[in-house]
């Protein structure tokens, strides 16, 4: 039987995963069925939708109306009722409508986005400062979303990042980018 470093580290490390996870209470929630339940989120759904729909009819108005343009142009050309040189100078200013309105939806979507993130974060922060009050009083060091697997609460004890940004040789994290340090103290 040959013995390798594999084989006498991988009991030991089990172990150590076992007596370290039964140390630590743990947690676990489904945050998108508390936040389908809240009545701020389904308003904000409704404030979002709102706005959309009325960019949506904004940007259905400019395009409708370039579509009409284009379309008007076109029968000119086919039925050779138009100058060339006319021609191509509603053609620039065609391609200048087309990409303002190429513009106006890059816009639009960033307005939804900022939109969106105002609408919802106030409610995240209320979930999230709910989720850590709970978790200290109960005392889990760690509370885990079931529905993402993404970790909401972490006892600030058990955090190794500053000893491993040491050990790699980085500098020591900011304020802004320790992030859920920063973000759970709130």
């Known amino acids: 039987m040959k013995i390798t470093l594999k084989s006498i580290l991988a009991p030991v490390l089990i172990a150590a995963t076992v007596f ?14 508390i936040l389908a339940d809240m009545s701020e989120v389904k308003a904000a759904d409704s404030q979002l939708e709102a706005f959309s729909k ?6 259905s108005v400019q395009v409708v109306a370039f579509q009409t343009k284009y ?3 076109a029968k000119q050309k086919d039925a050779g009722s138009i100058a060339p040189i ?6 620039k200013d065609l ?4 990409t303002q309105i190429e513009q106006f939806e890059q816009d639009m979507a960033k307005q939804v986005q900022d939109r969106r993130k105002d609408l919802y974060t106030p409610v995240i922060d209320k979930v999230n400062k709910a989720i850590t009050e709970i978790s200290k009083e ?6 885990i979303d079931a529905t993402s697997g993404i ?6 004890k058990n955090d190794i990042s500053a000893l491993v940004r040491t050990k790699l040789g980085l500098p020591a ?9 920063a973000d759970k103290k709130k």
Do not use: P, W
């Open 151 to 156: 970790l909401l609460y972490a006892d600030e």
């Open 173 to 181: 994290a900011t304020t802004a980018a320790a992030g859920m340090s």
């Open 71 to 73: 379309q008007d142009l």
């Open 86 to 91: 006319e021609l191509e100078k509603r053609s």
């Open 54 to 59: 009325q960019m949506r009819n904004k940007d």
């Open 20 to 33: 370290s996870a039964s140390a630590q209470k743990i947690g676990y929630l489904n945050a998108s069925m």
């Open 95 to 98: 391609e200048t409508e087309r």
């Open 138 to 143: 109960q005392g889990y060091a760690y509370v």
